[in-house]
């Protein structure tokens, strides 16, 4: 491992029980700080988007982002961060072509290209890029899905600085200038199948956690924020998994959790084991969703598992235990996150548009295998507020109604595709497409 001075497409989460972070323009509570918004559920805390909106109606600013990148923007204040990976006319491989063609049976590609790899900060009022940063250049070693990207990996912000996350390429911390403070390559991933890499940091505190799991050796980290020091590692026994890890106070003590094969609890100050879960599938992929004591952990790759549990119980391996008050083995997600808002839990099966509605109590089922007309297969989350939440995928965003019936408010076309997912700021309704960024606005 070496530190430096100066991507599937899962698209990160971040929950504040006892404290909210704070830097310029507000709290986190108030932004989007990181991928799944303030409380890590996909719910935005207030706001008030537009239902109704197009490449004309509520259209607040429309701006062309450079490159490829699928990696969910995020805000604080007046400000987007983007990341994208922008090939260069610079070749380094040429066998990266024969095997990207060898390996089309099982989806994925490799480059030939350099590519820059950047962050991108634009002014929310108006959509103007006001800089844009390239923290590394160089040919990407690893394949990755042809649906995905090299810049899958969502960044954080804790609104003093920015943490850009991209994998094998390392994390940097950059000021809100575009200076990079510090960074910290943890060398290169072995993804299953060359499906690429896509899982994100998660800040909480003073810490920033990264869950490297691959088909080499495994493992997660915490990183002091200030410097990118180890603070510690833990090894895990762990195939290829895209989740990203996640934090919550349990009894006034935090936790660090992590979906895979296996779900791990570990302390957030020393990363000892506390609790451990088997069941979930392989390729896992949407992180843990927590309320109101009890936490929500999901996958869907060839199977489908879902585990509710009571953090108060939860010690040790509690599988089969009291401590999971609930399961539900059906349709759950493969790519996409669930969506916790107003004691409901939202998923869609596998990749697929139909989508289900849990009692998140009781696990009681409110409806399922509902059909999103307009949507065959998609990657991205849904993120809701004020009673609706929105489903984006290829050139269309749909508009749920919230609740317990379900309810398609509004299917808007789009002349773009989307894989990251909406993102909900005050009356901004944000989405990153595969050639623009959006921001449509209730006045």
Known sequence: MKTKLLLVIPFLIFISVSGKLSGQNGSAEENWAQWRGPHGTGAAIKGNTPVVFNETTHLKWKTGIPGKGHATPIVWGNKIIVQTAVATTQKANTKAAEESENNSWMQSEKTEQVHEFKVLVIDRDNGK?????????????ESTHELGSWASNSPC???????????????????????????KDFGQMEKRMNFGEGSSPFLYKDKLFIQWDHEGQSFIVALDKKTGNEVWKKERDEITSWASPFVVEV???????????????????????????????QNAIPNPVYADGILYVMSGFRGSALQAIDLAKAKGDITGTDAIVWTYNQDTPYTPNPLLMNGKLYFLRVNNGFLTCLDAKTGEVIYS????????TLYSSPSGVDGKFYIAAKN????????????????????????????????????????????FSEE
């Open 369 to 376: 295998k509902e059909k999103l007309e307009g949507i065959s």
């Open 251 to 281: 009894n006034g003590k935090l936790q660090v959790i992590t979906n895979a094969v296996k779900i791990r609890s570990y302390d957030f100050e020393t990363g000892e084991i506390i609790w451990t879960s088997e069941g979930m599938t």
């Open 396 to 439: 269309i965003c749909l508009v749920i109604k919230a609740g317990e019936n379900f309810e398609v408010l509004a299917a808007n076309e789009l002349e773009d595709d989307f894989h990251a997912s909406p993102v909900i700021v005050g009356n901004d309704l944000i989405l990153r497409g595969f050639h623009s960024l959006y921001c």
């Open 129 to 141: 890029i006001l800089w844009e940063k390239t923290v590394a250049k160089e040919l990407p070693q």
């Open 157 to 183: 912000t804790d609104g003093e600085m920015i943490y850009a996350y991209f994998g094998s390429r390392g994390i940097y911390c950059l000021d809100f200038d575009g200076n990079i403070q510090w960074s």
